[in-house]
Structure formats: C-alpha cells, structure tokens
C-alpha cells in the first residue's frame, strides 16, 4: 500500500470526433507503457459528435517518468484520431489568486480547505477593492493587494489586478464575491481560468437585497452557480450548481444564510474540478467528471 501512495501519479485528459477506438487508443498504450489505470471516466457527446476522456494513471514507482518520451510516443497515436490533449502530473500545487469585496464567506471556507490541505493549492495573493478582509489574509501570511476602484479608475485598477495575476504565475483566478465586474479585455485574458460564484436567484432577482425580494415572492428554491467567467455577465460556461429547498418558515436573513453554504460548497467544488483537471470547455458549457 505505501508503494502505492509514493507512486507519482498523472492525469492525461483528451477530446476528439467519435469514432470506434476511442478508449482504446488511450488505455492500450498506458498498458502497454507499464501504466496502471487509477480513475477513468468518458463521455461521448452524440449531438456534437464528441468524445471526452480522463485518464488518472501511475507508473511502477521504480522507473523514472519520462515525459517527453511519454508525449512523443502518445502523439503519434493521438494524431490518427485527431485527439487534443493534455498531459497533467501530480504531486503539484495549482496556484490560485482569490479576488473578494466584502462579503466574507466563501474567502473564508477556500482559506480553511487550503489551510487544512483539503484544497491542494496555493495562494499567493488576495485582490480586493476593499480594505475589510486585509487582517485574515496576513493571519494565513497571504499578500493582501487593496485595489480601490471606480468607473474613472478602472482600467488602470485592473492593470495591477493583471500584473499580479502574471506575477504570481497564476493557474487560476477565483472570483469570491468579488462585487465587481470584469471588462470585456479583463474577460478574454482570463478565458477558462477564472471561477466566478453567485446565487441562484439571478435574473429574477437583480439589484441590492435579493434576498428580500425573494421572501417577498415566497421562494421555494435557494442555491448558488460557480461558472467560468466569460464577457456575458454571470453567463459563462456553468461548472458546479447548488441548491436546497426552503419554505415559509424562512426569513430573508435565514435565506441569506442558506445561501452562502451553498455558495461556499459550490465554489469549492468548482475549484477542486478545475484543479484536477476535471473539466473540458465545450462551447458555451462543460463537461465534468466529478469524483
């Protein structure tokens, strides 16, 4: 069992038309490298005429991962099915910068689940245009960058805000109640690498106090999307959806509540999908294979 554990493992994910072999192509040759197949999971779309596959394998732990050798030797066969593909190994930390406002709660539940390990990432900067959450970040030794802004001060707000980013080399961009929105430029530059998280309640309920306006209407459904972020505003591509029934019994601020649990786990979800390579864009939606 401990061999096992020491054992590096990768992560190879593909997409390509479907056609027979698919499967095949990939676990033939792991099996014929010596590779023994962890997690697998596939899918083939019959509307688009697409098939997606992940692949989670290991190596016998005393030979050497060579990779270029590894990525020369798939190509060949990748090629014949016309595959694009990705070729991920672990142990390695997705470097994750978080941008928040004020509301608290989802900072908090991504910070306790890298803290404790849960999340096996790294964060080495939170962004926020408010000052309020500068304390919890130098409790976890995080940079804090205070990034004030307005309509006049925006795009040299965001600037900085992508100077950071490129800076800290990061793999992915959190959006964590950011109350803010991205412009069109900022969009494009975090295309497939930014996770932004709201409640389920747009577009019915737009504006301040959405909460009170869905007591007033007698909600039955409270629940949160995490999406990645795209030029349409809280319409890119959906990663991961919460949601749980209430009733009468529940006050505006019991629906609050309600709401950011659910946000907290749907954002994490979201994040711990991506970080494991989970994901494949697939036109304005995903595909995921969750555990």
């Not at 245009?129 to 970040?137: I, R």
Request: charged fraction near 25%.
């Amino acid at each position: 069992m401990s061999d096992i554990k020491a054992a590096q493992t990768h992560i190879i994910t593909a997409d390509c038309p479907s056609r027979p072999g698919t499967v095949d192509v990939v676990t033939r040759f792991l099996y014929e490298q010596g590779f023994y197949i962890n997690e697998i999971h596939s899918f083939d779309d019959t509307a688009e005429n697409r098939f997606f596959i992940r692949i989670e394998f290991r190596a016998d732990t005393a030979t050497a991962f060579n990779r270029e050798a590894f990525c020369q030797q798939f190509e060949q066969r990748a090629n014949e099915f016309e595959m694009q593909w990705q070729l991920a190994s672990t142990p390695y930390k997705s470097k994750v910068v978080i941008m928040v406002s004020k509301h608290d709660h989802c900072l908090n539940d991504l910070l306790y689940r890298y803290r404790t390990g849960d999340l096996d990432i790294e964060i080495p900067a939170i962004i926020s245009n408010h000052p309020d959450l500068e304390e919890l970040a130098k409790w976890h030794g995080i940079p804090y960058y205070h990034l004030p802004i307005s309509k006049e001060t925006k795009p040299e707000q965001e600037a900085k805000v992508w100077q950071i980013i490129q800076d800290c080399q990061a793999d992915l961009v959190v959006l964590a109640r950011y109350m803010q929105v991205l412009s069109s430029d900022m969009c494009k530059k975090l295309a497939g690498r930014a996770i932004n998280i709201h409640h389920s309640l747009l577009p019915g309920f737009k504006g301040a106090r959405p909460y009170y306006q869905a007591y007033d209407r007698g909600i039955k459904l409270v629940g949160a999307t995490a999406h990645y972020v795209s030029d349409d505003l809280d319409e890119g591509p959906i990663i991961s959806q919460g949601v749980e029934t209430v009733d009468h019994c529940y006050y505006p601020q019991d629906l609050a509540a309600k709401g950011r649990d659910i946000e907290c786990l749907t954002l994490s979800r979201a994040v711990r999908c991506h970080i494991e390579h989970r994901i494949f864009m697939h036109g304005k939606k995903t595909v995921v294979f969750a555990k």
